[in-house]
């Protein structure tokens, strides 16, 4: 059964710092999309960071330019996402994502192409 492990989730105040990371099996990991969308309770999933791990370049969603950086670590098959100056706002569920080949410049917010999802790790701000 493969699985994409989330890890890093919390409660934080406004302004605070989190990081989330995300590992996949090395088998699956290279050449693929990894990135990050979050889901508030009434709200739809919405796509918030992603990063191509055979390289190029990453994407973000427009709320979260300037406070989240999406990163890896191939050796560690690993996904980060680092989130500062947090808001009220970013509180939601996380999901880990993994699309097979690149991101795609237009449509990477779109979950329809994301085969494999984590279990999701609470985020909360207040």
């Known amino acids: 059964h493969v699985q994409l492990v989330e890890s890093g989730g919390g409660s934080v105040q406004a302004g605070g710092s989190l990081t989330l990371s995300c590992r996949a099996p090395?088998?699956?990991?290279?050449?693929?999309?990894m990135g990050w969308f979050r889901q508030a309770p009434g709200k739809k999933r919405e796509g918030v960071a992603v990063?191509?791990?055979?390289?190029?370049?990453?994407y973000y969603a427009d709320s979260v330019k300037g406070r989240f950086t999406i990163s890896q670590d191939s050796h560690e098959n690993t996904v980060l996402l680092q989130m500062d100056s947090l808001e009220p706002g970013d509180t939601a569920m996380y999901y880990c994502a993994r699309e097979a080949g690149g991101c795609g410049q237009w449509d990477w917010w779109s979950d329809n192409w994301y085969e494999m999802w984590g279990q999701g790790t609470q985020v909360t701000v207040s």
């Open positions: 990063i191509n791990t055979s390289g190029g370049p990453s």
């Open positions: 090395g088998y699956i990991y290279s050449s693929s999309c």
